[in-house]
């Protein structure tokens, strides 16, 4: 058995290494073991679609990353990392060539909705300034640990002054109907809409609103920033940071099992026979993956056991990256360029698609999320070129009832992966005539293959399972764990997307595990201070 460590985190994604700083700045002697030959997890870039292009191989743009207290207050910036921004947050083309454009500066955002419908500007800066009174508290109390008493104290007076229930029941509102009540044009009602997207959400189901003004608040206020030089940077920084206090972080490493003694998690044990021993684990794993795989269900509590045969994953994903010879050449293009250009003709048209793939259905015309990341930060591509990106939600392996399109079969092989991506492009091309042409090499990554890349990834479920209400907030994971990072295993704690507050890269998950783990250590101490431990 390898010397023993105050934690073991197992996985070095973005929630397991803000974990990793947040023990180090405590004390504490962590090493963190993932799997792959790289660190980052879902936040890595790669020269794989071709030499010259850097691509994410995941996630791409950050948002929640310079607006959650877990990642800023880690000073990444010292480590090496730089934000870039693309000219334009956000795009959305609609109609007979116009465009809905989200802007860092609000008034631009308001001008350019308000040439296209008069009064939804002013609609747009309304909401901003409501925004302003509670955006703050709101997004602290998401992120903090359940219950968030100290946001909860400074949101609940912020949104009494703000219009109380009435403004409690517009952000509960679906997203589809939050924006009929607010706009009165096509432009913002897509914003919103495309917005709440992100997530998996039903447009037409409550939590798609708030997660809706959230998304277009952030990238009104802090944009959508990349790292320069690609997604790995965020990574480097993180590693950096960890390292420099101390934390040792061994790649090539899978953890096969939590070793459980006394009825305690005492350390891991990797696929090479390796042992670790630590008085805490924190797992930046799915929890489908440690709940019965990697912990067997006789050392969990009942309540976890039950809940986790009812857990949800998220649908799949199918990322399409292009290497492309020129910009894409998109209908009536604006005059600032958006990093991120969401492709769907309608709020009705991506209501429809959503609800298809919640309903086990593959799209027939698929809501597309798109990056220009050349745009977005020139070191991705040599000058005049594109690394260029799409990605869109699918049912999950297996779970697939049919195809819209009647192309693809659902189980997200090699073939059905290509016949899918065709028909992505195609929705870029009726929208970018020309786009076929400028493409040097494509790589398409299905379901299986993102699994393959990021265990955490499961079938492509990018969030850690589903981010509807009845799995959100205490209910997340499972409701005997009341939306806290502690399992009810003494000495393990959950770490992962699959944890409060869910999906995107704020590492607020890991924060919360690595604070859960220093409470739970004080209070042993507290409980037997000859051995700074509960007995084995």
Not at 244 to 264: F, N, P, Q, Y
Not at 335 to 354: F, I, K, N
Not at 389 to 408: F, K, L, M, N, S
Not at 426 to 450: K, M, N, Q, W, Y
Request: net charge negative; proline share 7%.
């Amino acid at each position: 058995m390898s010397g023993a460590h105050d934690a073991v985190v197992v996985g070095a994604g973005p929630n397991g290494l803000v974990a990793a700083n947040v023990l180090a700045d405590a004390g504490w002697r962590v090493l963190v073991l993932e799997a792959q030959p790289t660190p980052g997890g879902a936040v890595r870039s790669d020269r794989e679609v071709h030499p010259d292009f850097v691509h994410d191989t995941f996630s791409a743009f950050y948002p929640l990353a310079v607006a959650s207290h877990a990642m800023t207050s880690l000073r990444l910036e010292d480590h090496g990392l730089v934000w870039e921004h693309a000219p334009a947050v956000l795009g959305h083309p609609f109609g007979d060539g116009e465009w809905a454009v989200l802007h860092r500066d609000r008034a631009a955002t308001a001008a350019g909705l308000d040439a296209l419908h008069a009064g939804d500007g002013d609609a747009w800066l309304d909401l901003c300034q409501l925004w302003d009174r509670i955006g703050g508290s709101l997004v602290d109390g998401l992120t903090s640990p359940f219950p968030p008493v100290r946001a909860g104290a400074r949101l609940l007076p912020a949104i009494a002054r703000s219009g109380g229930l009435d403004t409690v029941r517009r952000l509960a509102t679906p997203v589809a109907s939050l924006g009929r009540e607010l706009f009165a044009g096509p432009a913002a009602r897509l914003l919103l809409a495309g917005n709440a997207g992100h997530a998996d959400f039903p447009l037409d189901s409550p939590g798609s609103g708030v997660f809706g003004v959230l998304m277009s608040m952030l990238g009104q206020t802090v944009g959508f920033p990349v790292p320069r030089g690609g997604a790995q940077g965020l990574t480097d920084a993180l590693v950096a940071r960890a390292t420099s206090r101390g934390v040792e972080v061994v790649t090539g490493a899978e953890v096969t099992r939590v070793d459980v003694r006394g009825g305690r998690a005492v350390g891991v044990r990797t696929r090479d026979g390796e042992s670790y021993a630590a008085r805490a684990v924190l797992a930046d794993v799915s929890a489908t993956r440690l709940f019965g795989r990697l912990v067997a269900e006789e050392h969990l509590p009942a309540g976890v056991v039950r809940g986790m045969r009812d857990f949800e994953l998220d649908p799949g994903t199918v990322k399409v990256d292009w290497a492309l010879s020129g910009p894409v050449p998109w209908t009536n293009a604006p005059e600032h360029a958006p990093g991120t250009v969401h492709v769907g003709d309608s709020v009705e048209e991506v209501t429809q698609t959503l609800a298809q793939v919640a309903s086990g259905v593959v799209p027939d015309r698929p809501f597309l999320l798109t990056g220009q990341m050349t745009t977005s930060d020139p070191t991705r591509s040599p000058a005049g070129t594109e690394s260029f990106w799409a990605y869109t939600h699918v049912p999950q392996p297996g779970a697939t009832r049919g195809d819209a399109g009647g192309e693809v079969d659902g189980t997200w092989g090699h073939d059905d992966c290509e016949r899918f991506a065709d028909r992505v492009q195609a929705r870029i091309e009726a929208r970018a005539p020309g786009f076929g042409d400028l493409v040097l090499s494509r790589r398409v990554l299905g379901p299986h293959e993102l699994e393959a890349r990021n265990a955490n990834l499961v079938g492509g479920a990018v969030n850690g399972g589903t981010s509807q209400l009845h799995q959100e907030l205490f209910f997340r994971p499972v409701p005997a764990m009341r939306g806290r990072a502690a399992t009810g295993l003494p000495g393990l704690f959950l770490a992962s997307a699959s944890a409060h507050p869910g999906g995107g890269v704020h590492g607020a998950a890991g924060a919360n595990a690595a604070r859960a783990a220093i409470w739970q250590h004080r209070t042993d101490r507290l409980r037997h201070p000859l051995t700074g431990r509960t007995p084995a």
